[in-house]
């Protein structure tokens, strides 16, 4: 049985929904042929015009709001299907190292060979790396115990 504060449940799904609003507006804008709303000398035009703005012609950004959904049906699942409650912890560390990984190599790439910044792929960073530090300490408190074991 995992033991999820509310508080840090809470916490964890207004991140993730977050998270999801941005997946849900980059995803839009990079199929959108207008520009996408960024501040002055931002660089999300540049970002999303990028080759690294798609693998095998899927948004970056779809990948994204695949994650972030998964993220929100796990934590507002996992209180009803003891399945999803007992394998929770492990599934949410799994998804968000996958995100927080993934969206270093890209913050990477807009620092190091794009040479622009898009604010809202920052923010998503920063969203999946709360989410990954969260989901480390939910993991290690849902650690059976040796008495569990036996």
């Known amino acids: 049985m995992s033991k999820t504060l509310p508080m840090q449940r809470k916490i964890m799904l207004a991140l993730a929904l ?3 609003l941005i997946a849900v507006y980059l995803t839009w804008s990079h199929y959108n042929e207008g520009s996408a709303l960024c501040a002055q000398g ?6 999303r015009a990028s080759r690294y703005s798609e693998v095998a012609g899927i948004p970056i950004a779809a990948f994204g709001l695949l994650g972030y959904l998964a993220i ?3 934590l ?9 409650e007992e394998n929770a912890p492990l599934l949410l560390f799994g998804i968000t190292l996958i995100g927080f990984i993934y969206s270093g190599y890209l913050t990477y790439l807009e620092l190091f060979v ?10 998503s960073a920063v969203v999946m790396t ?3 530090a969260f989901s480390v300490y939910y993991l290690i408190r849902n650690v059976p115990d040796e008495t569990e074991m036996i």
Request: net charge neutral; glycine share 8%.
């Open 18 to 20: 977050l998270g999801l």
């Open 76 to 84: 507002l699942l996992e209180r009803w299907k003891p399945s999803i």
């Open 114 to 123: 794009i040479y622009a910044l898009c604010p809202y792929c920052v923010a």
């Open 42 to 47: 931002g660089g999300c035009d540049i970002v």
């Open 72 to 74: 929100v049906s796990i």
């Open 130 to 132: 709360l989410l990954f």
